[in-house]
């Protein structure tokens, strides 16, 4: 297994996505939300760029739920921000979310062509190495980053994943991502470019949250070919 | 002052290089060759992205040297390749190169908006990073990568010349860079991408040559006015 690491969002375009799975990250918090609102019972989700093609599609299908964020706050006219928090706990009979954010939609789009797209987050991290050591396929992690630059807690949660999925080979970005893992501490993350503007907004107990490690069983699918993603029935 | 440090090339897009000093590294080869000819007496240079409009410039002004690859090869009909030891010893009177390379070439034309543009190598770290202190000036470091990727030894030099300036702000990509450089050793960087394309080229001594740390005094500067770059005079 070859495990590779993008360090810039905008890096993919240079990396052949066919044969590999791309891993789609975005700590802070797009993969985190979606994948507590799955946990917490919503059924499916179909990512979008932009919020008015959000708007658009609820014109058509008044039962989808919007969610998302621009500057980190929720979209007005949307059902949900992009908190976890709004979902944790929560005992939902189904439902299908539309989503746009900054970062995180884009990079899932960014990640069409793979063999198979993976969302990913700090508290799935164990969850989704455990998946991808049963796939035995090549993994190529994709970090959302932050407006198309470097993200410290996207990268490092990459390279505890590639630590995670015992490789037999590493790329250059894969080794860098795993040294951060193994020298930048956990609670430095929350004094990233992208904390540090979460931090500012009071958004304190998204940080917390969105910092737990493995603690989720949960493994996220995206099928590039419908735009629906969901949880992994079957693992 | 501020530094930064951009960790795959494509994402200078995203950064505002107006009131920075802008810092170009392709330690493969690059900026190790041009910093090596104008210190063997190469008056200046002149940086293009394409093989066609060096090969023009030099029909219409045939006193003018073409250096470059493609591929890490000599380009046919140019006058020199990318090989630092094709300069190092000799004793130029004077010069004018005009040169493109894969990556370096197109980082320098990437950094234009920049209040200043400095070249730099491992072999300049130390030279490059006093002249960036004299100056007093935010410093953002932009390695050339390979083919739009991260690349190992142009980010570890960065890492380098950024512990170097002891500056009071480092932004998340330099902290990475900064890692990197603490900790992977020197000598792994000939076993990086672009270090292993070489060596299976048979070029070892370039590498060797390539990866010494701050033997030169030299200082290299690119004038986005008027397009040549030489080396700093008054220091």
Redesign the interface.
């Known amino acids: 297994m070859r495990v590779e690491v993008?360090?810039?969002p905008?890096?993919v375009?240079?990396?052949q996505l066919a044969g590999w799975v791309c891993v789609v990250i975005d700590v802070f918090r797009f993969t985190t939300t979606i994948l507590t609102a799955l946990e917490a019972g919503m059924e499916r989700f179909f990512p979008v760029d932009g919020v008015e093609e959000a708007l658009s599609l609820k014109r058509s299908h008044p039962e989808l739920l919007l969610a998302g964020e621009r500057n980190a706050l929720q979209v007005p006219g949307f059902d949900f921000g992009n908190s976890p928090l709004e979902h944790y706990g929560k005992n939902y009979a189904g439902g299908e979310l539309v989503f746009s954010t900054t970062n995180g939609t884009k990079a899932v789009q960014a990640a069409r062509g793979a063999d198979a797209v993976v969302l990913a987050c700090l508290r799935s991290a164990q969850a989704v190495a455990d998946y991808l050591k049963g796939q035995g396929r090549d993994v190529l992690f994709l970090p959302a980053g932050l407006?198309?630059?470097?993200?410290?807690e996207d990268?490092w949660c990459a390279g505890l994943m590639a630590k995670l999925l015992q490789a037999g080979e590493y790329?250059?970005?894969a080794?860098?991502a795993m040294?951060?893992h193994?020298?930048?501490p956990l609670e430095e993350l929350a004094h990233?470019?992208h904390g540090r503007r979460l931090q500012a907004l009071g958004l304190w107990d998204d940080l917390h949250f969105c910092l737990e490690c493995s603690v989720s069983q949960g493994v996220v699918l995206w099928d590039q070919e419908t735009g629906w993603g969901a949880l992994a029935r079957e693992r």
């Open positions: 993008i360090l810039s905008e890096e375009v240079h990396h407006e198309g630059k470097f993200s410290l990268t790329g250059d970005g080794q860098a040294l951060l193994e020298h930048v990233s470019a």
